[in-house]
């Protein structure tokens, strides 16, 4: 069974970094895309940056320079580096995996090319 953990959220000020976790169980890691997407009050959810079987990443234009994704394979473990944090980053940050996925396409990662998610972790970030 795929399970996704997430952690590593909390309340930072703007300007101010976190790092987010994904622990993944039940399935192949190092031959899975795995992805970040968030989702904020009253909008819907949007890819953040995705990281392929072969290591390239692509990130949304919103993030780049400031997010960093990346895996360590021996843990099972997604990461996803956040600097320079702004009040509009805010929002639910969910873990996904696919034996396919996909990655960031004309400024656009799109959730359903991915089967299978975690629970999410809170980042809000005040100004």
């Known amino acids: 069974q795929v399970q996704l953990v997430e952690s590593g959220g909390g309340s930072v000020q703007a300007g101010g970094s976190l790092r987010l976790s994904c622990v993944a169980s039940?399935?192949?890691?190092?031959?899975?895309?795995m992805a970040w997407f968030r989702q904020a009050p009253g909008k819907e959810r949007e890819g953040v940056a995705a990281i392929d079987v072969d290591g390239s990443t692509s990130y949304v234009d919103s993030v780049q320079g400031r997010f960093t994704i990346s895996k360590d394979s021996s843990k099972n473990t997604l990461y996803l580096q956040m600097n320079s944090l702004k009040p509009e980053d805010t929002a639910m940050y969910y873990c996904?995996?696919?034996?396919?996925?996909?990655?960031?396409?004309?400024?656009?990662?799109?959730?359903?090319?991915?089967?299978?998610w975690g629970q999410g972790t809170q980042v809000t970030v005040s100004s």
């Open positions: 039940g399935f192949t890691y190092s031959t899975w895309c």
């Open positions: 996904a995996a696919d034996p396919a996925g996909g990655a960031v396409v004309h400024g656009t990662l799109y959730s359903q090319d991915f089967g299978y």
